[in-house]
């Protein structure tokens, strides 16, 4: 498929695991634009994942393009789509599928060691209720496309056992030296018992468990999937959310969560947290025609138990990146604000974890 284009530049490697993502030159849609080939050998080797999971995973994604070209008074910002394409397993050769879509140049690229402001969250945040909101206004046959199953089959495919070893191990040696918190290094090792299939299970059905309704949900709403300019005076604007892939229905709070332990500083996070949920409590009411699908209450309690997840994930598998980028840097001030600030916020997800596994 990326035979046929002319590539500029392959703009997919270190930022994700699902496909292969070129931005080519193409004629008919005004130069450069973005193309998305489901499939990634490394992922394919490391999590033994299949061409049937890579073809669902990507048909999600151009499903839920499709949901967002018809509900444009939405206002949902994603970029612009020329082309959408399935994967077929079923023919020979397998028809591989594709997504071309815009260009947006001037992109920041986040990584887990950045952080954002509580107030650049905003407009994210807003948005993220506007697409849970399209999930009342599907049709009986567009909902049956959208999985109900992915956090259960996702998750526990990922965190196998050896891959836990692998990726809590990580905190053997200094890394758990830096810890500044007593609690945050117990709650070391109370992260593999908080990523166990009984758990992404229990989450998966939450909404049938607590009867919270479900949304039409992002799957993974980390800062990784939204795009943001850098501005000249540092501070960061959203721009669009992309990476559609893990839409699923499901309970409102994991993208909340998912995005709140990626995005803000420990402090940021609990001083803001809740204020956030209530931004996107009230754009939900406002573009559901005055009555959100749950109460206030269902969602922050919804917030909590989906918090130990995210929260979980992001200490279990960020490490590595860290050290990793952390080792690259010379010896001096600049490598030891970057260490303090990823710590700073491993310390208060692990303390959170921790007070909510004995609350």
């Not at 930022?15 to 998305?36: P, T």
Request: proline share 3%; net charge negative; with cysteine.
């Amino acid at each position: 498929m990326v035979a046929e284009f002319k590539v500029v530049e392959d703009v997919g490697t270190g930022k994700g695991m699902l496909s292969c993502v070129k931005l080519v030159y193409e004629e008919q849609y005004g130069g450069n634009v973005i193309l998305k080939i489901p499939g990634s050998d490394s992922t394919r080797e490391r999590f033994l994942i299949d061409d049937i999971m890579f073809s669902r995973l990507h048909n999600t994604e151009v499903d839920s393009y499709t949901f967002l070209q018809q509900h444009p008074d939405k206002n949902i910002s994603y970029p612009k789509i020329f082309e959408l394409e399935k994967m077929d397993t079923t023919v020979e050769p397998i028809k591989r599928g594709h997504i071309i879509m815009e260009y947006m140049s001037g992109i920041t690229h986040l990584y887990c060691y950045d952080n954002l402001k509580p107030n650049e969250l905003e407009e994210a945040v807003k948005n993220l209720a506007r697409f849970h909101s399209i999930g009342q206004e599907l049709t009986k046959v567009e909902a049956d496309l959208v999985p109900r199953d992915f956090l259960k089959v996702w998750f526990t495919k990922l965190f196998i056992q050896s891959n836990k070893d692998l990726f809590i191990g990580t905190w053997k040696g200094e890394m758990t030296d830096w810890l500044s918190s007593e609690v945050a290094k117990q709650a070391i090792g109370e992260l593999d018992g908080l990523l166990t299939p009984e758990i992404f299970t229990k989450l998966n059905d939450d909404c049938q468990i607590t009867g919270v309704q479900e949304v039409l949900c992002h799957g993974d709403y980390s800062f990784h999937n939204l795009l943001y300019q850098k501005l000249s005076d540092k501070t960061f604007k959203f721009k669009a959310i992309v990476d559609f892939q893990s839409v699923n229905w499901g309970n409102a709070a994991q993208d909340l969560s998912r995005l709140f332990v990626t995005a803000l500083s420990g402090k940021d996070r609990r001083d803001s947290e809740e204020r956030l949920l209530k931004v996107y409590y009230d754009e939900l009411i406002e573009v559901s025609n005055g009555k959100a699908p749950f109460t206030w209450d269902q969602l922050k309690q919804s917030y909590i138990r989906f918090f130990q997840l995210h929260g979980a994930i992001v200490c279990a598998v960020t490490p590595g990146l860290f050290l990793q980028n952390l080792q690259e840097k010379a010896e001096g001030l600049e490598k030891d604000e970057f260490r303090n600030k990823m710590m700073e916020k491993y310390v208060a997800l692990l303390e959170d974890l921790h007070r909510n596994l004995k609350a």
